[in-house]
């Protein structure tokens, strides 16, 4: 496997956290909700980023996997922010065309944005609609969704303001220009 | 009368309407008014953050900004994904290095300080605790119930500021305050899976049911809760939790907004309380409320 010297350096710079403070004690791996169907635990992921495993790093499982909930990132003794060492990791991959491992996570979040960008805020109906179009998976949830809608909790209608729309797609578009 | 600016985010629109409407009608027992953000747009929540740090950082401020504007100091944010990436926002630009600078490209906003608040702190302080004691019609002591606080809230402390981050309090002293037994459990903190509902059910499906077996393990009759993503989680994946694993929970999840409600008297369809996948009726005529 090639190695990347500089990965360790890219991420520490672009996420604000020094990685190489990571002692190895797994604290963030027994806390992990999600560990047990990762394909390298958090712990592994920090280390394989010192050791310049890029390619392993942003085609595993683990950074898709990640919930974001930051039970690691308050009990890391050294204070890393895993949360937004796996962000960083997540935009890398998109940036550089990998293909993802679990594929339905990067969709969803891409489809929140584009639905974010356009309306300036979330349309449950629509969204769910294009998520299925965009996996295939017709099936997943009918039922759920169905009982969702008739107790009032999904609208048909999006609710937005044209004025809130505008603003959102008004930082998107510039966020795009600012590295 | 106590005003504060309100940001409902998208679920309390939609997924989380009974959150929404029990609030509000026991906030106006309490003498509470929120004055809803004018063109207030989605925080980005947990997708914005994941794909681009700056567009997430954008939408939260842009959002503080319409909040200055209305003249307020203090915003209430009652679901935890939008008060954690307001908190989160705040913070970010306090301590990251360049990110104001990048911020500004975007967007003009001011170094004015605006106080991001969950309902939970509303409720817990000690004049507003008094008030609901003293107007409360109901007794509910009959009532076991386990706070569940969910991931964001408490997390990161450093950012959130909010109780002690493993084991809160909070909601069990609102809850204690009407009465009801809030009892000793260790999930209070623990992920339900969260937006997982949408790409990777299993996973929601299985820490769900997780905590719903602690729950029914230490004796707990419902659960309370604090943010629609939790709620939506424990309460509408009971089915496919049965069907998983052959467990039949039908554990009532209530906002603690409905619980505070009953026990001022505001009837349980004015609450919303018909609108759960678990049925409450039967909790409630039980412990004849």
């Known amino acids: 496997m090639k190695l990347y010297p500089d990965f360790v350096i890219q991420i520490k710079g672009e996420s604000h956290q020094d990685i190489n403070l990571c002692y190895q004690c797994k604290k963030c791996t027994s806390g992990c909700p999600i560990a047990y169907t990762m394909d390298y635990t958090p712990a592994q992921i920090i280390h394989a980023i010192r050791l310049g495993l890029k390619e392993l790093v942003l085609n595993s499982k683990t950074i898709w996997l990640c919930a974001s909930c930051e039970t690691c990132t308050t009990r890391c003794p050294q204070e890393i922010d895993l949360v937004k060492v796996m962000d960083v990791c997540k935009s890398l991959a998109i940036c550089l065309r990998i293909k993802p491992k679990i594929k339905e996570v990067p969709i969803f979040y891409k489809l929140v944005l584009t639905n974010i960008r356009f309306l300036g805020r979330m349309y449950e109906l629509g969204l769910i609609g294009a998520l299925k179009l965009c996996t295939g998976n017709f099936m997943q949830d009918v039922n759920l969704g169905i009982t969702m809608f008739k107790k009032g909790k999904l609208k048909l209608l999006p609710s937005f303001t044209f004025k809130g729309a505008l603003t959102a797609m008004n930082i998107f578009n510039k966020a795009k220009k600012v590295k | ?289």
């Not at chain 2, 705040?90 to 360049?98: A, K, M, S, V």
């Not at chain 2, 909601?171 to 009801?180: A, E, Q, R, W, Y």
């Not at chain 2, 943010?227 to 998983?244: E, F, M, S, T, V």
Request: overall charge neutral.
């Open chain 2, 1 to 289: 009368m106590k005003e504060y600016a309100y940001y409902p985010g998208c679920s309390l629109h939609s997924t989380g309407r009974e959150y929404d409407v029990s609030l509000k009608s026991v906030c106006k027992l309490l003498d509470i008014e929120f004055r809803e953000i004018k063109d207030w747009i989605c925080c980005g929540s947990t997708p914005a953050h994941n794909i681009s740090k700056i567009v997430s950082i954008a939408l939260s401020v842009k959002n503080i900004e319409l909040v200055k504007k209305m003249g307020a100091k203090e915003v209430v944010t009652p679901c935890v994904a939008c008060f954690s990436r307001f908190k989160a926002a705040i913070y970010d630009l306090q301590n990251e290095e360049g990110l104001k600078d990048k911020l500004k490209k975007i967007m003009p906003y001011s170094d004015d300080e605006i106080k991001v608040l969950h309902p939970l702190e509303i409720f817990s302080q000690d004049e507003i605790l008094t008030k609901i004691n003293n107007i409360k019609k109901k007794d509910l002591s009959g009532l076991k119930v386990v706070c569940y606080y969910g991931c964001l809230l408490t997390r990161p402390p450093k950012v959130t500021r909010f109780d002690e981050c493993e084991y809160p309090q909070t909601m069990d002293k609102i809850l204690g305050s009407v009465g009801i037994v809030t009892l000793d459990w260790s999930y209070k903190t623990d992920c339900c899976g969260a937006s997982f509902s949408l790409t990777i059910p299993e996973i929601v499906i299985k820490l769900s049911a997780d905590i719903l077996n602690e729950a029914r393990l230490v004796g707990a009759e419902a659960i309370a809760v604090a943010c629609p993503l939790c709620h939506i989680n424990l309460d509408g994946r009971q089915a496919d939790i049965k069907k998983a694993y052959h467990r039949d929970y039908e554990i009532p999840i209530l906002y603690f907004t409905q619980l505070v409600g009953l026990s001022l008297g505001i009837l349980s369809d004015k609450l919303l309380l018909d609108k759960h996948f678990v049925d409450t009726t039967r909790l409630l005529s039980v412990n004849k409320v």
